[in-house]
Each structure stands twice: as C-alpha cells, then as structure tokens.
C-alpha cells in the first residue's frame, strides 16, 4: 500500500501524485489528512483502491472508470460526477448533486445526502449506475433521471424526520427510486406513479442492500418490503408539450 499524506498540500499536487502512481501500476493507495482536496480519485481506469481518511472536497472520483473510493468520513459536493465504472463508498454524510449524470458505477452512503441527489443519472445496456443512501435526501431527488436505480433508506429516521424533500423525481423519465418510509403524491413532480414495490423489484432491492452492507461493514435490520414506495415515470416525455408543439 502506498500511504500519502495530504495535510497541507495543494489538490492539484496531491492529484498529480496519485494519478502518476497509478499509471505506475500502483493500486492500493492511502489518502491521509484529507480536508477538502478536489477531484481525488478522478477519471482513474481500471481496478484498484483508495482508501482517504478525512473529508474529501467536491467532484470526488468524477468520471472514475473502474476504482473503488473508500472515505472513511463526509464528502462534500459532486461525488461520483459523471463516473461511468467502479464504487465510491462513503461512510458518513454527502452533500449536493451526488451522482450528477452517473453513467454507471455504484454509490454507497452511510448517512445523509443533499440536494439533487442522482441528477440526470442514466443507464445504457450493461451500464446501470445504482446509489443507495442510509438516511435520507434533500430536494429534487433524481431531478431529470434517465436510467438506473436510486434506493433511500432512512434508517435515521426518528418518526419525524421526511425520507425525501420535496420536487422528488421532477422530470423524471427512465429508472426506478425506492424510497422507505412515508412519501406523498405531492412530494413528487408530475408524472410520477408511485407503487408499492413488486417481488421481482424487491429481489433487486435486496441485492444491492446485501452488496451495500457488506462493502460498509454494517447490520442493515429486516426491511419490510412494505415499508417501501416504487417511483417510476409513467412518461419518457413529461414536459413535451412544454418544449414541443
């Protein structure tokens, strides 16, 4: 394993480094002290971990294509922008447009996410992105959603506390959401059907969830399948006659 310490360095310095070790052949990398380095863990091919101790700043493993991130902490902004292969797991909270146009690849967060959450994911064939968050999620949860699989467990919950925010799957037009816990109809954008899941859907669901827990070493309880809402939308086109006459 290749240990660098990060505490004090500019990014782009810290960056320069790992993305040389890894054309290097290097595949075992350790990020310590960590504090809001940008871009770590970006457009890196092939398979290979990095482990980061500390808070990663935004566009984390932005356009990964096959690396598995660790973070052993939060993450700030744009996790996982546009990555298209490989894992970014983070054990603690993320912010903003996590997975913004993820083109495949998994996400795995152990607390909360922000806003826009999935936003303009999408899938092709065999690439099928997949987030799922243990808390729950701000506003515009997969806003303009083309592909793939979000699922949001609110495991925090404490009665009180929403799974989503509201304008939840706002133009929404390809993939599924699954969301645990209470959703109403005027949470989410308009056509947007909300069902309760189907068996196949949950064969799925668990899946993921066992992948989900092994990757971050927790006990998931026993999910009630009933306890979840299927989000799809019931058009490809739901503003087409807003654009189009």
């Not at 546009?82 to 146009?101: F, P, Q, Y």
């Not at 922000?114 to 799922?132: A, C, N, T």
Request: aromatic share 8%; charged share 25%; proline share 4%.
């Amino acid at each position: 394993m290749m240990r660098l310490q990060c505490k004090g360095r500019h990014y782009k310095d810290v960056n320069c480094e790992v993305e040389q070790r890894w054309e290097e052949g290097e595949r075992n990398i350790f990020l310590e002290g960590v504090n809001g380095h940008r871009y770590l863990g970006r457009a890196l091919k092939g398979e290979g971990f990095i482990d980061i101790q500390g808070v990663p700043g935004d566009d984390l493993g932005m356009f990964a294509d096959g690396v598995t991130v660790r973070v052993r902490g939060n993450a700030q902004d744009g996790v996982g922008n546009t990555m298209n292969a490989g894992k970014i797991i983070v054990e603690g909270d993320v912010r903003d447009i996590t997975g913004h146009s993820m083109r495949g690849g998994k996400i795995w967060v152990g607390g909360n996410a922000g806003y826009r959450l999935g936003i303009h994911m999408k899938s092709f064939q065999d690439d099928y992105p997949v987030i799922i968050v243990g808390g729950n999620t701000g506003d515009f949860l997969g806003e303009y959603m083309a592909g793939g699989l979000i699922i949001v467990l609110n495991l925090k919950e404490d009665g009180d506390t929403p799974s989503v925010g509201n304008y939840t799957a706002t133009g929404m037009h390809g993939g599924k959401i699954f969301i645990r816990g209470k959703i109403s109809q005027e949470q989410v954008g308009r056509g947007i059907g909300l069902a309760p899941p189907g068996e196949k859907d949950f064969l799925e669901v668990s899946r993921y969830l066992d992948e989900y827990r092994k990757d971050l070493e927790i006990h998931l309880p026993s999910l009630d399948p009933n306890s979840f809402t299927k989000l799809f939308p019931l058009t490809t086109r739901p503003y087409g006659r807003l654009y189009a006459y």
